[in-house]
């Protein structure tokens, strides 16, 4: 059984830079196969994936957010810290931490998540 | 990027009735060995996603055999036999090809 824990809630003011960090349990990304990262939920809205690092230490990213996001990894720690730059109101929302195990090669699913942290950006 | 198109976006059931929700792909998710790579998940009200199929039609471990995946290429749909009480909530297909993942929009499914 996996487990991930996120911090309590955060509040940011505009321009800051969010920093989060998920500890998890009863898994390794020295494991080959497995992945740890984000995902974000604005309230009311739909899920939204931002970013994962891999087993292999490749690290993927949204797109839409990559030039204002960083992921890293403490392995030993067993932690993931996400980096998210110039935060703006519609960056508010609740932040989960999520274990992906793959599937094939490239392909993975998030089979656990933690129970998520709110953050809010406002000044 | 690929986009997912969720239809119904919300369904109101009875107890005890079926429930079908559509995933469209805007681009295949067939993989070269054969097998489509879509996964649902339920948001139950003030709680984490929780995986419920991946590789389209798979159920993860512990849910009821009441709910299957199907689906091909870019149409899939997960069908619940009959609904229950604790199938309340926000259902979400998700894709992962070529290390991008995205979601549908959601559809909420509630009692009449």
């Known amino acids: 059984q996996v487990t991930l824990e996120e911090p309590g809630p955060t509040l940011v003011k505009p321009t800051q830079t969010l920093t989060l960090t998920c500890t998890f349990s009863g898994s390794s990304l020295s494991t080959s196969g497995v992945a740890v990262g984000w995902v974000r939920q604005p309230p009311g809205k739909a899920l939204e994936w931002l970013a994962l690092?891999?087993?292999?230490?490749?690290?993927r990213y949204n797109p839409s957010l990559k030039n204002r996001l960083v992921i890293t990894e403490d392995t030993p720690r067993s932690q993931v810290v996400l980096t998210l730059t110039n935060m703006h109101p519609v960056d508010t929302a609740t932040y989960y931490c999520?274990?992906?195990?793959?599937?094939?090669?490239?392909?993975?699913?998030?089979?656990?998540w933690g129970q998520g942290t709110p953050v809010t950006v406002s000044s | 990027d690929i986009v997912l198109t969720q239809t119904p976006r919300s369904l109101s059931v009875t107890p005890g009735e079926a429930a079908s929700i559509s995933c469209k792909s805007s681009q295949s998710l067939l993989h070269t060995d054969g097998k489509t790579y879509l996964h649902w998940y339920l948001q139950k009200p003030g709680q984490s996603p929780q995986p419920l199929i991946f590789e389209t039609s798979s159920r993860f471990s512990g849910v009821p055999d009441r709910f299957s995946g199907s689906g091909s290429g870019m149409d899939f749909t997960l069908k619940i036999s009959r609904v229950e009480a604790e199938d309340v909530g926000t259902y979400y297909c998700?894709?992962?090809?070529?290390?991008?993942?995205?979601f549908g929009q959601g559809t909420r499914l509630d009692f009449k």
């Open positions: 999520v274990h992906a195990s793959r599937l094939n090669w490239g392909l993975y699913y998030f089979d656990y």
């Open positions: 690092v891999y087993w292999d230490q490749d690290r």
């Open positions: 998700m894709q992962g090809m070529r290390l991008q993942h995205t």
